[in-house]
């Protein structure tokens, strides 16, 4: 069974947010690591980049397929987490634990309009 | 339209394979991991359900004549017990389809099928078998086929399946008579390492699959299926050949034999060895970890010079790799780029075979 952490914000396409004061980290769910398999590679953007409301911000990559990373609310990056161009495979080992993207919020507003822990559980379940 | 299943499908579903459609099966990708099995494949043996392939066979007193006209590759003078891999052609070079033949007998021949393409190669099997005395018997439907790949293959068949095979050499193939039934099999396939191919019943088939792995035989899906081929250099029919990528262009003009009085596609083919092609396949070894997928763009110098065939992150080789079809002017040693969806990866041209093979010759 997937693992699902309270008090995160989760979209459709399998991001959360994990907001701290004012700035948040985004990353992919456990259960995106679990359907994608093995990851190879995580394409990430630079320090600086802007991206509005689910515009692809990257990628993650298995041996077979690469999926795109979309961003669950418009953002600013602060900061990638550089241990996972050498290591993409802690993301297997714990996708909540191993953020992709430190961020700054843009509008804070568009958080509402995420799922909660609980609505992504059974998002899942579907 | 319902996918079609093979003979091993409840065999697949209970051990918990990822099951996807491909070429109009349901197939597995795979069991755990790709990783896991394409290693198993490498350091010791893996299993793989190829029954989707398709079997022809072609009899009849204009057999070897038949089978020459239509094939790149040449069986004269060529005794029974011989496999030869190559391409049947368009007459403007492009490719029906890529195969492996084995000479069972004196015109006697199992010709092994692509599955995305039986329909289309048994239609032109009939439409170019006009004026031949041959009878083409097509019997995708009848056999099952597995493939036993690894190091440790011709142990596992000898002793879990008791099919005497140390006796064939690579590319070789016999058949065998085992409870009731004729089977076939030849030390080939499509890894990059030691083993064999084996076609039955369905029934054999299944006898088979379960000994092998009740006997510690790793079952493998088609996604490392895949891995293994491009490591190992092999062409995929739909990505690196294709109605418009010839044997010439791929790089496989060896498996064309020019000195044969005549093949459907000679003419067209000798032209584009003799005054060259547009464009032909190249390996690219890329800079970093990102992996460049079928489609992605080449460029030099940022000018557009071709795509990837197909590429991935390898397993066996701590490497990102592409075969592409690129401008004829790009040469080995060659810098390119590769374009990653935002990002511009630089890349080395070098040979497409990525992992040095391990076969039994």
Known sequence: ?????????????????????????????????????????????????????????????????ASDLNSPVSIKVLEVNEALEDEPELLNKDAFENWIIKVELTDKSQLDKLMDAKAYEAFCAQ | MQNKTTCLYDKHVKLGALMSPFAGYEMPIQYTDITSEHNAVRHHCGVFDVSHMGEVIVSGHDAEKYVNHIFTNDFTGVPSGKVLYGMFCYPDGGVVDDTCISKLDTNLYLMTINASNIDKDVAWFEENAKGYDVVLCHKSEYYGQLAVQGPEAEEKVQELLGIKCDDLKFYEVKTVEKFDETIIISRTGYTGEDGFEIYGTHKFIVDCWDKLIAGGVT????????????????????DELTDKISPVMAGLSMFAKFDKEEFIGKEALLKQKTEGVAQRLRGIELEGNAIPRHGYKILKDGKEVGEVTTGYRLISVD?????????????????????????????????????ETKYKK
């Open chain 1, 1 to 65: 069974m997937a693992k699902v952490i309270e008090g995160l914000y989760y979209s459709e396409s399998h991001e959360y947010v994990r907001v701290e004061g004012e700035v948040a980290y985004i990353g992919i769910t456990d259960y995106a690591q679990h359907a994608l398999g093995n990851v190879v590679y995580v394409d990430m953007p630079d320090a600086d980049d802007e991206f509005e409301q689910e515009e692809g911000f990257g990628a993650v990559e298995s041996v077979k397929a």
């Open chain 2, 219 to 238: 079952p493998c899906g088609l996604g490392c299926r895949d891995t293994l081929r491009f490591e190992a250099g092999l062409p995929l029919y739909g």
């Open chain 2, 319 to 355: 490497k990102s790799c592409a075969v592409a079809l690129v401008d004829a002017d790009i040469k080995l040693g060659d810098q390119v780029e590769v374009q990653i969806r935002k990002k511009i990866f630089p890349g080395t041209v070098i040979k497409k075979k990525f992992y």
